[in-house]
């Protein structure tokens, strides 16, 4: 069945930044609520399975993927004083740039840079440079994938945690989210924790330090991450694990130093630094490759499968679990292979 709105046995390789062969069983781009709705009941009266995918800046798509795939495209930024909310569509750095220079509101900037739509931002809660959506988050709606019913979630039910939030937990793949709403300052509260951050930016005056900053992480990203459109990847392909001050300890005392910041009663140590130690850069499993230039990125560095990304996924988190007794968790979200047509 194919239509204006819904088409079927969709390539997914362009709507996915690792690049990934996957197709879609049917697919539908929703440009507004009325699309939406529209591609939901499609799902609902064929008692197909919906899955969302966005940007594809975050997830491990395998071959085939039955049922009807979402892409939300639903655009538009409104502001009520300090207050914006955002369609789910808009992507992140498009809102962030909007936020610095026509809106005059301030708080994404550490932010910059972020693949990705607005309405992907709450689900794993992104963060960057000491700034997470949570901080500067108010509210969200979203649809109800069973009910086709519309709730409002706010920062304390979306229960958000590091790169988490209820929708990677209990509500995994239960809702699509159609707006976000965010409060942010009309003056600027520079927040430079990190130190090479606050280097590149250097001395400013208060209202100069938005834009500073947002080039300045602009600039770092670039020169930290593989860019995806020619070293196809998801960014960070493991969170930092984090650990009890005396697991933490009793690592030290084994091994010497391990990079990581204190967080209360525990610790969060560097991913990369653990990756990095077990020799794993350049390593490669079929078109899969734990990239050269970042140990925490795995990039597709020509033909790579589900099933690739799968194998070197697993072959890191053993070792690391192995050699440190530590059990490294992705970062994107793998779909569910069994969903296969
Ligand atoms: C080069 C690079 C750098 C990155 N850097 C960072 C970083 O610094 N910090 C960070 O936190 N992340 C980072 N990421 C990860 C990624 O950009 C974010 O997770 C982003 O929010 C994903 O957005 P997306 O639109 O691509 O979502 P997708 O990858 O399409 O989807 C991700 C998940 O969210 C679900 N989803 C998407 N939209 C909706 C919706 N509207 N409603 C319900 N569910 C939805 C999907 O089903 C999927 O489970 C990076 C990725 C890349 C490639």
Same mark, same amino acid.
């Not at 009309?186 to 947002?214: F, H, M, N, T, W």
């Not at 990203?221 to 650990?243: A, E, T």
């Given at each position: ?15 996915? +930044? ?25 799902? =609902? ?92 988050? =108010? ?17 304390? +039910? ?10 990677? =937990? ?19 509260? *520079? ?40 070293? *196809? ?77 799968? +194998? ?19 970062? *994107? ?9």
């Amino acid at each position: 069945m194919e239509s204006e709105l819904i088409k079927s046995d969709f390539d997914l390789t362009s709507f996915n +930044t690792l690049a990934l062969p996957s197709r879609a069983q049917y697919f539908c781009k929703a440009i507004d609520q009325e699309t939406l709705m529209q591609a939901l009941l499609f799902a =609902k009266h064929r008692g197909l399975a919906i899955s969302i995918v966005a940007s594809g800046s975050n997830v491990v798509l395998p071959e085939k993927i039955s049922g009807l795939v979402i892409n939300p495209g639903m655009q538009g930024i409104v502001r009520k004083g300090n207050r914006l909310r955002v369609a789910a569509g808009v992507l992140w750095d498009h809102l962030v740039r909007e936020s610095i220079y026509t809106s005059g509101l301030f708080g994404l900037e550490n932010l910059s840079g972020i693949p990705g739509t607005v309405g992907a931002a709450p689900i794993q809660n992104i963060g960057a440079y000491g700034i997470e959506v949570a901080d500067r988050f =108010k509210a969200l709606s979203a649809i109800d994938l069973r009910t086709l019913e519309q709730h409002r979630f706010d920062t304390d +039910t979306c229960q958000f945690g590091y790169r988490s939030s209820i929708f990677k =937990k209990a509500l995994t793949d239960q809702f699509i989210i159609i707006e976000v709403e965010l409060a942010l300052g009309s003056q600027p509260v *520079p927040c430079l924790d990190y130190v090479e951050l606050e280097q590149q930016v250097g001395p400013q005056k208060l209202q100069d330090y938005p834009r500073a900053i947002r080039d300045a992480v602009l600039q770092l990203r670039q020169q930290k991450l593989p860019d995806p459109r020619h070293r *196809p990847n998801v960014g960070s392909f493991f969170k930092n694990p984090v650990i009890s001050v005396s697991e933490y300890d009793a690592l030290v005392a084994e091994l010497g130093s391990i990079p990581g910041h204190s967080e209360g009663d525990t610790w969060k140590v560097s991913a990369a630094w653990l990756i990095d130690q077990l020799d794993f850069k350049g390593h490669r499993v079929g078109g899969a490759q734990v990239s050269n230039q970042h140990a925490l990125v795995i990039e597709n560095v020509g033909g790579a499968s589900f099933s690739d990304i799968l +194998t070197l996924t697993r072959e890191v988190q053993t070792a690391v679990q192995e050699n440190y007794r530590i059990a490294l968790e992705p970062e *994107p979200v793998f779909f569910n292979p069994s969903r296969q047509i």
